[in-house]
Structure formats: structure tokens, C-alpha cells
């Protein structure tokens, strides 16, 4: 049995994830360069794409929260319908914008949050009152 080592384990793993035309996006190379200006582009260049990778996990994560936020507000006035759920979700939203530094979009996700709660509050009291 022939053992492969991590070096040519990772760039297979690597292509199996993502298609081959977007290889390229994901991979960046660390050298001994030359110059300061090659050490600085490489680095440059680096960061880059991992910033790009955080962004675009966070921006997909986010568009996952919106979607089944607004899923679960749609069935709010069905039986059986879970506050605690939409809490979690909602909240959820909230923090991966503080993870980011998007403090007034996280505020702006608790306020929705404690509107909807007095919202259902009410909604409660009103239903066990009539």
C-alpha cells in the first residue's frame, strides 16, 4: 500500500470542494522571494483571498439566516408556530453581525427582535383574555 503524504492529499481535497475553474481563487502561494516588492505583492495577495473567503462565507451564512428568518415569519399565524425558534434564528443573525463589526445592523436585528416579542405578547394576552 502506497502512502500519500499531506502534500498531495490537500490539492485533491481542495479540488474535490470546488470546481476546477475556481482552484485558483482558493489557493495562494507562499515563496521566498527576491524583493520587498515581491514579498509585499505575495502577502498582498494572500490576505486578499482570504479576506474574500471570510466575506464570502459570512454573506452566504447571512442570505442562510434571512431566508429562514423570513420563512419562519411567513408561518407566524400558523398553529404551532415556535417563538423560541425564531428567536434562536433571529438572534443568530444578530450575532454573526457583531462578529463582523456590524454593530448597527446587529442593533437593528434586537430591535426587530423585541417587536416581534411584544408583538407575540400581545397576541398571547388578547387570545387568553377573549
Known sequence: MIKLGPIL??????GMREPRENAHIRCAQIRSCDTEGEELEMWQDILGKIKEG????????VLQYEEDIRKMDAQRT???????????????LAQ???????????LIQYDELEASF?????GVLCGKTS
Not at 97 to 102: G, K, R, T, V
Not at 118 to 122: A, D
Open 54 to 61: 471570510v466575506l464570502q462565507s459570512f454573506d452566504s451564512r
Open 96 to 106: 454573526s453581525f457583531e462578529h463582523m463589526f456590524l454593530l448597527e445592523d446587529a
Open 78 to 92: 400558523t398553529p404551532g408556530w415556535n417563538y423560541c425558534t425564531f428567536f434562536i434564528l433571529k438572534e443568530g
Open 9 to 14: 492529499i490537500v490539492p485533491r481535497k481542495i
Open 118 to 122: 411584544f408583538q407575540m405578547l400581545r
